[in-house]
């Protein structure tokens, strides 16, 4: 059976994650082709602290055990979902971009859905009343902007807030094998950047839990009783192709490794592919050069307003590029981008937006005065060097 440490907390106190596991897995030899076993699938290691509980599942269309949903595989096991949180894109995960969404009701097993991109994005007090233990497993893809782990902090601080243990079930993230970017200040802070940490920062969801945890950032500095229960077989520089798509536009591991830094032109007139059949592979604007890769965004799937709806955008296929592997985030194409479009009103025309993902003001500031690469990055360098500092305090894989 699995325990839970009670600890009482302090605000000078440090909370302490407890992991029931081996040592820190260490980097596979190269030779050493063992398959990654998925937190979800160790159910040796947190099935008992459900039995005969009323358990909460924080998921979505990623919560998979093999083929199989982890609701329906608890239900089929006897274990009692009193009801499923789900986050920006639903539980089925087909929910636009920043689209709202409504509570449900799973018509084939009958739990109740109570979305966190909806009325609320904190689970209520009245909505944890009649909750034991909160079970999260949801995949992501180790983004600052990416919603899941803004939703992760909400759902610690209700679980703190009604002494409610909470499991994070670890999943393998694909871009955890660089950090890389400006590390958001804090007059930045909103749901797409809830932490000074970078754009990518380089841990799993299991490992950033710890680090909200310790580092203080719930409100009102209080600690959750988390447990993590980790990945086997896995390293940061492991390869993991995610089984489905983790939100409607990011539909192939290519896109996920673009993602970080194609994302940050939502801020922008650019367009980066919504709407057509390779979002977040491709960037153009109708006001680009002709070229011969072109497309236009229409409404669709994942895409109902997708930028320069209808126009004919000339651009950039970077599935042509031949890259093997992301290590950075790519600045190179918003720079190029904005000398292509020149006057900078035409092209940043959401600057509020366009800061809350770069998670700072300074960077939009150097692209309009066309402040090279090398010096926007040399100006990263003293933050991500005491972030790396603070990350290396949660890794639990090398």
Same mark, same amino acid.
């Given at each position: 059976?699995?325990?839970?440490?009670?600890?009482?907390?302090?605000?000078?106190?440090?909370?302490?994650?407890?992991?029931?596991?081996?040592?820190?897995?260490?980097?596979?030899?190269?030779?050493?082709?063992?398959?990654?076993?998925?937190?979800?699938?160790?159910?040796?290691?947190?099935?008992?602290?459900?039995?005969?509980?009323?358990?909460?599942?924080?998921?979505?269309?990623?919560?998979?055990?093999?083929?199989?949903?982890?609701?329906?595989?608890?239900?089929?096991?006897?274990?009692?979902?009193?009801?499923?949180?789900?986050?920006?894109?639903?539980?089925?995960?087909?929910?636009?971009?920043?689209?709202?969404?409504?509570?449900?009701?799973?018509?084939?097993?009958?739990?109740?859905?109570? #979305?966190? %991109?909806?009325?609320?994005?904190? =689970?209520?007090?009245?909505?944890? *009343? &009649?909750v034991? $233990?909160v /079970?999260?497993?949801?995949?992501?893809?180790?983004?600052?902007?990416?919603?899941?782990?803004s939703?992760?902090?909400?759902?610690?601080?209700?679980?703190?807030?009604?002494?409610?243990?909470?499991?994070?079930?670890?999943?393998?993230?694909?871009?955890?094998?660089?950090?890389?970017?400006?590390?958001r200040?804090?007059?930045?802070?909103?749901?797409?950047?809830?932490?000074?940490?970078?754009?990518?920062?380089?841990?799993?969801?299991?490992?950033?839990?710890?680090?909200?945890n310790?580092?203080?950032?719930?409100?009102?500095?209080?600690?959750?009783?988390?447990?993590?229960?980790?990945?086997?077989?896995?390293?940061?520089? #492991?390869? %993991?192709?995610?089984?489905?798509? =983790?939100?409607?536009?990011?539909? *192939? &591991?290519?896109? $996920?490794? /673009?993602?970080?830094?194609?994302?940050?032109?939502?801020?922008?007139?650019?367009?980066?592919?919504?709407?057509?059949?390779?979002?977040?592979?491709?960037?153009?604007?109708?006001?680009?050069?002709?070229?011969?890769?072109?497309?236009?965004?229409?409404?669709?799937?994942?895409?109902k307003?997708?930028?320069?709806?209808?126009?004919?955008?000339?651009?950039?296929?970077?599935?042509?590029?031949?890259?093997?592997?992301?290590?950075?985030?790519?600045?190179?194409?918003?720079?190029?981008?904005?000398?292509?479009?020149?006057?900078?009103?035409?092209?940043?025309?959401?600057?509020?937006f366009?800061?809350?993902?770069?998670?700072? #003001?300074?960077?939009?500031?150097?692209?309009?005065?066309?402040?090279?690469?090398?010096?926007?990055?040399?100006?990263?360098?003293?933050?991500?060097?005491?972030?790396?500092?603070?990350?290396?305090?949660?890794?639990?894989?090398k």
């Amino acid at each position: 059976m699995i325990l839970f440490i009670t600890v009482s907390w302090k605000k000078s106190s440090k909370l302490h994650l407890s992991i029931p596991i081996e040592k820190p897995i260490q980097k596979l030899d190269s030779n050493n082709h063992k398959p990654i076993v998925l937190a979800v699938e160790r159910l040796d290691l947190y099935f008992d602290s459900l039995v005969g509980k009323r358990v909460a599942i924080v998921g979505n269309q990623t919560s998979l055990i093999g083929k199989t949903h982890l609701v329906d595989t608890l239900i089929s096991l006897g274990i009692k979902i009193q009801k499923v949180f789900a986050p920006e894109h639903g539980f089925r995960g087909v929910a636009d971009n920043g689209e709202h969404v409504w509570n449900d009701r799973d018509p084939k097993t009958g739990v109740d859905i109570i #979305s966190l %991109y909806g009325h609320n994005r904190k =689970p209520t007090r009245e909505q944890m *009343s &009649d909750v034991d $233990i909160v /079970l999260f497993d949801i995949q992501d893809v180790g983004v600052r902007f990416y919603t899941y782990i803004s939703t992760l902090h909400y759902v610690m601080e209700a679980c703190a807030e009604s002494n409610i243990p909470l499991i994070v079930l670890d999943r393998p993230n694909p871009n955890a094998h660089y950090v890389d970017g400006p590390v958001r200040d804090e007059f930045h802070r909103s749901f797409i950047g809830m932490h000074p940490v970078p754009i990518v920062y380089g841990m799993t969801i299991g490992e950033y839990a710890d680090m909200i945890n310790n580092e203080c950032w719930l409100g009102d500095s209080i600690g959750c009783n988390l447990y993590v229960v980790p990945c086997k077989n896995y390293t940061h520089d #492991s390869k %993991y192709v995610l089984p489905v798509p =983790p939100s409607p536009n990011l539909r *192939s &591991d290519f896109a $996920i490794s /673009l993602y970080p830094s194609l994302c940050i032109f939502e801020g922008t007139t650019v367009s980066i592919g919504r709407g057509t059949d390779s979002p977040f592979e491709v960037f153009g604007h109708p006001l680009f050069p002709e070229s011969d890769y072109k497309f236009t965004p229409v409404s669709g799937f994942g895409s109902k307003k997708p930028v320069n709806e209808n126009k004919l955008c000339y651009g950039y296929d970077l599935k042509t590029l031949g890259m093997q592997e992301v290590n950075k985030l790519n600045i190179d194409w918003i720079i190029q981008a904005k000398k292509l479009l020149g006057d900078s009103i035409t092209f940043i025309d959401q600057p509020i937006f366009f800061d809350r993902l770069a998670g700072t #003001s300074k960077f939009r500031m150097q692209l309009i005065n066309n402040i090279p690469e090398e010096e926007i990055r040399k100006s990263w360098e003293d933050d991500l060097l005491d972030f790396k500092a603070i990350r290396k305090k949660y890794l639990i894989y090398k």
